[in-house]
């Protein structure tokens, strides 16, 4: 039996939005709702809407040059390997060319679809030498409008093997993201038993633990243009890290020496955060979280599609207490001034 997709929006007339809905259904009443709201001379850009490359995955791995690892790649995905095997030198190779190979691929396939279609490029962070050939390869190109590195891992994003790579994307003007997402294998989350608790939790946590660490490190003042956004975690850490941060560096600023501001100053002026998904329980929080982060200017609306708890435009339309520039300026006009993009509306045939 099929059943309901908790936490999406029931839009469907005469039924619910469940595992069998089809996404063409759902993006259609999507469409309806935006007419409704008058959405249609907004320039709306959406952060985090997914592609995932394990779907084409065959296809993707045709893009890696060494022949060895290629092959390595397609048995990978075709065999589900062990865990234990997956931390040998060739599955590592694989993940490292899987990444370049999955931007080789957006490159020539989904950008050629459609001229709307941007995408950021995703960095083997763990080799950080790949990750500056990649920067190098894709710097300019049309398309891309930024990087993307996933949260859920263990490397230190102060370490200074990452100093050179953060110079090379401060000098391109483009962002860099940190994308959460949860792990099951995280020591400090292996406790939790529920789906559930994974949920609230495991995308929280890592960019919360590299927030930590961006902003005490430095990492604002040694690179004051480079532009960084955390993505999928929500917005509802961002006040608690900032009060904790705040209140830790008062009391013990010769740690951080390189701040010459609170903490929450450079959460709020040198980074950005996406909407989804978006805690909106409790609207009087949710109004104190967007000014503390100062949304008007440094929050960018995402959707999260196609994941079940997906967000659409309205989750901001609908907010009382932001004006229509503020509503604007989330979902595309900030979005707009940090990937260079051009916000005049696309007219739509």
């Known amino acids: ?29 999507a469409r309806l709702a935006a007419r409704r709201q008058k959405l249609h001379d907004w320039f709306v850009v959406d952060v985090d809407a997914h592609h995932v490359e394990t779907v084409s995955w065959n296809e ?3 893009y890696i040059e060494d022949p060895v690892v290629r092959d390595q790649a397609l048995h990978f995905h075709k ?7 997956m931390v040998s030198t060739a599955i590592l190779a ?42 190098k390869e894709t710097a300019g190109k049309a398309g891309i409008i930024g990087y993307a590195v996933p949260s859920t891992r ?15 994307i401060e000098e391109t003007n483009l962002p860099i993201s940190f994308h959460a997402g949860y792990h099951w294998d995280d020591p400090s989350l292996k406790t939790v038993n529920r789906f559930l608790g ?20 430095g990492i604002p003042v ?41 903490p929450s100053e450079y959460m709020r002026d040198h980074c950005w955060y996406t909407t ?29 599609w196609p994941h079940f708890d997906f967000d659409l435009p309205s989750e901001i339309v609908d907010l009382p207490f932001l004006s229509e520039q503020s509503k604007r300026n989330i979902l595309g006009l900030n979005a707009a001034r940090i990937f260079n993009l051009d916000p005049t509306p696309v007219k739509q045939l």
């Open 94 to 135: 694989c993940a490292t060319r899987a990444s370049a190979a999955a931007s080789h691929i957006k490159q020539e396939k989904l950008l050629a679809a459609d001229n709307r279609i941007k995408f950021l490029a995703v960095l083997p962070y763990n080799t950080p030498e790949e990750c500056e050939r990649i920067v």
């Open 276 to 304: 989804q998904p978006m805690e909106a329980t409790n609207r009087k929080a949710l109004e104190c979280t967007f000014e503390m982060i100062k949304a008007e200017t440094q929050l960018l609306f995402a959707s999260d």
């Open 222 to 262: 040694r690179f004051p243009k480079l532009k960084v956004i955390w993505i999928e975690s929500g917005i509802a850490w961002a006040p608690f890290l900032m009060q904790r941060l705040d209140d830790q560096f008062l009391m013990r600023p010769s740690e951080a020496p390189h701040l010459k501001r609170l």
């Open 79 to 85: 065999d589900r390997i062990g865990r234990s095997a």
């Open 60 to 62: 993707v791995v045709q």
């Open 1 to 29: 039996m099929n059943q309901p997709v908790v936490g999406v929006p029931q839009m469907l007339p005469a039924q619910i939005i469940d595992t069998s809905t089809d996404s063409r259904e759902i993006l259609k009443h």
């Open 154 to 168: 263990h490397a230190p994003v102060h370490h200074n093997k990452y100093m050179r790579l953060y110079r090379m």
């Open 198 to 217: 994974m949920h609230a939790l495991g995308f929280v946590w890592p960019n919360m633990v590299h927030c930590t660490n961006w902003i005490l490190n």
